[in-house]
């Protein structure tokens, strides 16, 4: 689709009653599917222990599951933070176990030195303000807790469609990705590994671990001489579709 067409999308999103209807149809994260909570939970078991913890997560989406089976794991408190009300009163009535914040962004309504643990998935690369929400989270973790996020580099605009364009999204400058993406919910910052990881580190950070997923078929494409624009991409980063970062404070 033409460049034009997602900027006209991007502007139309701000018209309030296109904004409503777009709302109804959003879902985000994996919906309380039984195999996305397993994938998220195991992804986060990987690297830590929760029992006696206290746990935040951020941006689930309707995926509060998780929080639950992070309960059920022996943590002594659960919250999730998100920018909007995503889980029904019902379920918060029925849980009363689990803290629920919401927050427009920004500098977060918590105190310093609280949680043991600050997760996230699939929920970094959505960020307008990444550097001021990395401070947050350094800010509200207790000396020597972690920070575990699942990252996806990917183009969220072509999911499904052409794994070729799995990093179209870098094709654009800064302005024109910006006019094409910035009001909707498939915006991607593009940070890149090597970004994520220094942005840690100027927060104050220490990585404990990283592991790229390393995209091979967009690799065999680069290496015959298509994908060009990928060529200004760091070595480091250029194929590189998702990141699992551990930070310790």
Not at 145 to 165: E, N, R, S, T, V
Not at 169 to 179: A, E, G, I, M, P
Not at 225 to 235: A, C, F
Request: include cysteine; charge should be positive.
């Amino acid at each position: 689709m033409p460049v034009f067409f997602f900027i006209v999308k991007n502007y139309l999103i701000k018209i309030p009653f296109v904004k409503r209807m777009a709302k109804r149809r959003h879902v985000t994260g994996f919906n309380q599917s039984d195999e996305g909570i397993k994938t998220i939970f195991d992804t986060y078991s990987a690297y830590t222990d929760f029992t006696g913890k206290r746990v935040i997560e951020l941006g689930p989406g309707h995926t509060w599951g998780v929080a639950k089976k992070i309960k059920e794991a022996g943590a002594s408190a659960v919250s999730i933070i998100d920018i909007e009300k995503y889980v029904p009163d019902a379920v918060l009535q029925e849980n009363p176990w689990l803290n629920y914040i919401i927050y427009p962004g920004g500098e977060m309504p918590l105190p310093e030195n609280t949680f043991d643990l600050v997760l996230s998935f699939t929920v970094y690369e959505h960020l307008r303000q990444p550097e001021t929400t990395i401070r947050e989270t350094f800010r509200i973790l207790k000396k020597g807790g972690l920070a575990i996020h699942l990252i996806d580099l990917g183009d969220h605009m072509h999911y499904g469609i052409d794994p070729a364009k799995q990093f179209n999204c870098l094709r654009y400058s800064k302005r024109t990705w910006n006019l094409m993406s910035m009001n909707r919910s498939i915006y991607v910052n593009r940070l890149r590994v090597s970004e994520w990881r220094q942005l840690h580190q100027e927060a104050g950070f220490t990585i404990v671990a990283e592991k790229a997923h390393i995209d091979e078929y967009c690799k065999e494409l680069f290496e015959k001489g298509q994908l060009s624009y990928l060529s200004k991409i760091n070595p480091e980063d250029r194929f590189a579709s998702n990141i699992l970062l551990v930070a310790r404070k």
